[in-house]
């Protein structure tokens, strides 16, 4: 068994479905993007990890981690391609972060000439001292 942990974003939207037995299940693609490849990820999900992926939706941003089954095809120009199968165990959804405001009018519900209060600046921390035996140098291991 293959256990995986898969970041992303959904390609279109969770599709529900049922099985033979009458139970409900949900189905969606996941694109993750790394070293200029897609690597595209099948997912399903049951129970409580359906009901949320159902509340997400085209282009969301997610983690998935669960078991998984490596597959592969040949695309239509027969490139041989390579992709996943996951039974969702885990999920969480991803936010990127807020863009600030590029200049005056840009922040949403601010007027002209009526700005923001400055944001409060981080203390910066001072480097940590090391004793007079401190060694940086990493072991050969690592070389």
């Not at 599709?15 to 200029?36: E, F, I, L, N």
């Not at 601010?110 to 923001?116: I, K, L, N, P, S």
Request: glycine share 14%; hydrophobic share 35%; charged share 25%.
């Amino acid at each position: 068994m293959i256990r995986a942990l898969v970041t992303g974003s959904l390609y279109g939207d969770p599709q529900t479905r049922t099985s033979q037995a009458g139970k409900p299940y949900v189905t969606a693609k996941v694109r993750a993007d790394g070293k200029g490849e897609s690597v595209w990820c099948s997912i399903i999900a049951f129970g409580e990890q359906a009901d949320r992926l159902m509340t997400l939706g085209n282009g969301a941003a997610l983690s998935v981690s669960g078991k998984a089954e490596v597959n592969g095809w040949l695309d239509k120009q027969g490139e041989p391609k390579a992709g996943l199968s996951l039974v969702v165990d885990e999920l969480a959804t991803l936010k990127g972060k807020p863009r600030p405001p590029q200049g005056p009018g840009d922040a949403p519900n601010v007027r002209q000439g009526e700005g923001t209060a400055p944001r409060p600046q981080r203390p910066t921390r001072q480097p940590v001292a090391a004793g007079a035996g401190f060694d940086d140098e990493l072991p050969d291991c690592f070389s």
